[in-house]
């Protein structure tokens, strides 16, 4: 009875598709092992949830730090998916020219290992590095779709478990947005010529169809966009934010609080991100695409180290959406229980990580890795330059694994 009540609750949450069988594989909080023993998988994920709570409340959280070393050689994202004991994270690198690009690496064991992508492909550059870094942990394991460009700019769809290679009928421009929908069926461009009007093309490349839609984008290009697997594009300048619909009409959100706010989509699409800033706090906010309730994620503590802001630089969710673990511009790292927040998410200070403020060439993550550990990489600045380092944070009783 009681993992047939945890399983109604992850399918509430999830997907209604969701079995039993396909939770076993996640790694439980010690205190859930129990269940995991009598294959009570639901209720040992409920019950993970809770402990690491628990523990992250009551200061329960053990840290190990160790250098990353860079491998020459280059990894095919099928070998990478099916190591185990690593992690495959996302490092936006800003050139000196302003442009952004997304590097994805496999790190293991102390080691990072670029992912090489066929026939020479790579991620277009992001016009600014204003979005942030977000990851989640998947209750089911959907392989990863990514919007990739070749040599003459043509943009191509790939998908990681199959290796398939698809053309797209659209090209990347300098400076334009792109985006592509969890499940690989929709891909955006959106460039914005001089003029303050911006197109954006939005691809669906199961019916093969594309629609335009003009979005009047202010003084300020496109530089935040994301498309959901219904079609549902949302994308945003350092001014306003923008919906455009399934039948190409767009909605205007404006940025009422501050010219640098987010809108973007958590990686299932369940959440639009949105952020308050100033001076004084650094909030984000969270609407639940699902049933339209917003929460908001406060920032905690103030500024640490001399120099560093306070603005999110990276986001993660857990299985089940219900933790979220912020990341800021000071090393702060901030647990969020999202199960049982209102209108103000209830927040846990974990620690800091020792990330050097004046280091912004690569984006900081963060990710969790099953229900009770959580994993950030940086880089910090040491007399033999910038290393990139990554600390996990096991949130669990000391001596328990």
């Not at 460009?149 to 990681?160: I, P, T």
């Not at 398939?164 to 460039?191: N, T, Y």
């Not at 050097?356 to 690569?362: K, R």
């Not at 990710?367 to 033999?384: A, C, K, L, N, P």
Request: proline share 5%; hydrophobic share 40%.
């Amino acid at each position: 009875m009681l993992d047939r009540a945890a399983l109604d609750l992850i399918r509430r949450r999830e997907a209604r598709g969701v079995a039993g069988g396909d939770l076993c594989g996640f790694r439980f909080h010690p205190a859930a092992q129990r269940f995991v023993d009598t294959e009570h998988y639901a209720a040992a994920c409920i019950a993970s949830l809770h402990y690491v709570w628990e523990d992250a409340c009551h200061g329960r959280c053990q840290k190990n730090t160790t250098a990353v070393q860079w491998l020459m050689g280059m990894l095919e994202p099928s070998t990478a998916s099916a190591r185990c004991g690593g992690i495959s994270v996302t490092l936006p690198r800003t050139s000196m020219s302003g442009m952004t690009q997304d590097l994805r690496y496999f790190i293991a064991e102390g080691h990072a290992s670029p992912l090489r992508f066929p026939g020479g492909l790579k991620s277009p550059p992001r016009q600014c590095s204003l979005q942030l870094n977000t990851s989640r942990d998947y209750v089911l394991d959907t392989p990863a779709h990514w919007l990739l460009k070749d040599g003459s700019n043509r943009l191509h769809a790939y998908a990681a478990a199959s290796e398939e290679v698809v053309p797209l009928p659209m090209e990347w421009e300098h400076g334009a947005a792109v985006a592509m929908s969890r499940s690989g069926r929709f891909a955006i461009v959106v460039s914005t010529p001089e003029g303050g009007i911006s197109t954006l093309h939005c691809h669906d490349c199961q019916q093969g169809a594309t629609r335009v839609t003009t979005i009047a984008s202010g003084d300020y290009p496109i530089c935040q966009a994301a498309v959901t697997d219904q079609g549902r594009a949302y994308v945003a300048s350092h001014q306003s934010g923008h919906v455009a619909g399934e039948q190409g009409e767009a909605e205007v959100h404006a940025f009422c609080d501050s010219r640098q706010s987010l809108f973007m989509l958590s990686p299932d699409e369940r959440f639009l991100i949105r952020s308050r800033y100033s001076a004084l706090h650094a909030d984000l906010v969270l609407l639940d695409l699902q049933d339209n309730r917003e929460v908001i994620l406060p920032r905690l503590v103030g500024h640490l180290p001399w120099g560093a802001g306070i603005r999110p630089t990276s986001v993660a969710f857990s299985v089940l959406n219900m933790l979220a673990a912020v990341l800021y511009d000071d090393g702060a790292v901030h647990l969020f229980n999202l199960h049982r927040a209102e209108a103000q998410a209830e927040g846990v200070v974990l620690g800091t990580v020792p990330m050097s403020p004046d280091i912004s060439a690569t984006q900081p993550y963060i990710g969790f890795d099953g229900f009770d550990r959580i994993h950030v990489v940086y880089q910090i600045q040491t007399e033999f330059g910038a290393v990139l380092e990554m600390q996990a944070l096991h949130i669990a009783a000391a001596g328990t694994h």
